[in-house]
């Protein structure tokens, strides 16, 4: 167990309006990563992050800020939510031996 | 850039039949190669790697030997189980340019079904 924890699980929300997801991490890793899973494209990074304020883009960014003020807490926004951002997104941690991964968000955008 | 390719199934097998998913890469460096498996409604385990190549990376019955000549990194096992069935991704970390951040580039995945 890495020590990862996502919330909430499972969101609906209304297109327009923002959402935050939020990671935590037990493990004081330096990297940690945001990835959305849909189906036909296998998971794509949407950020990442290599330290307190130091973060960068992914292959699918656009729509999408973070933020990390503290170690442990990797926050995703979706500044304003729409339908094609329906998903379920996965919070990593990475190491030399891999990456360790949170048990999702269900994001349901209607 | 880098990029992964795997069979994408779905593949259906029956209990104790030999599995093989293939997988096959291209990156600009000297990657770092994974497999990872997802149950459903789970997050991705990592299931085994190999760091560089001729490693056998192995897990649970699962092996993957990473071939640099073929640029492949192909899953196997001998006698799959029902409790086998899953999704499962190949990946790979190329850290060659930038530093080490870790960072995957995933295949679109492969599901695995395997009846009694």
């Known amino acids: 167990d890495a020590g990862i924890t996502q919330s909430p699980r499972h969101k609906v929300t209304e297109t327009g309006t923002p959402v935050t997801l939020r990671c935590h991490q037990t493990?004081?890793?330096?990297?940690m990563y945001w990835y959305r899973q849909d189906p036909g494209h296998g998971l794509r990074l949407i950020h990442y992050?290599?330290?307190?304020?130091?973060?960068d883009k992914g292959e699918v960014s656009d729509g999408y800020s973070v933020s990390r003020s503290k170690t442990e807490d990797f926050l995703l926004t979706l500044e304003s939510a729409t339908s094609s951002q329906t998903s379920v997104y996965f919070c990593?941690?990475?190491?030399?031996?891999?990456?360790?991964f949170g048990q999702g968000t269900r994001l349901t955008v209607v | 850039g880098n990029s992964v390719t795997q069979m994408e199934g779905p593949v259906t097998l029956s209990e104790e039949a030999f599995l093989t998913i293939n997988c096959t890469y291209t990156?600009?460096?000297?990657?770092?190669l994974f497999w990872y498996v997802q149950y459903p409604g789970e997050g991705l385990q990592l299931l085994l790697k190999?760091?560089?190549?001729?490693d056998k990376g192995s897990n649970k019955g699962f092996e993957a030997t990473y071939r640099k000549e073929t640029t492949s990194f192909h899953l196997e096992k001998g006698s799959v189980q029902v409790s086998d069935s899953a999704v499962y991704f190949c990946?790979?970390?190329?850290?060659?340019?930038?530093?080490?951040?870790?960072?995957?580039?995933f295949g679109k995945g492969t599901l695995l079904t395997v009846n009694p």
């Open positions: 990593a941690i990475g190491t030399g031996g891999g990456a360790f």
């Open positions: 493990e004081n890793h330096r990297y």
């Open positions: 992050s290599y330290g307190v304020k130091d973060t």
């Open positions: 990156a600009t460096g000297y990657p770092s």
């Open positions: 190999a760091t560089k190549a001729d």
């Open positions: 990946a790979l970390s190329d850290s060659s340019s930038g530093g080490s951040n870790y960072k995957l580039t």
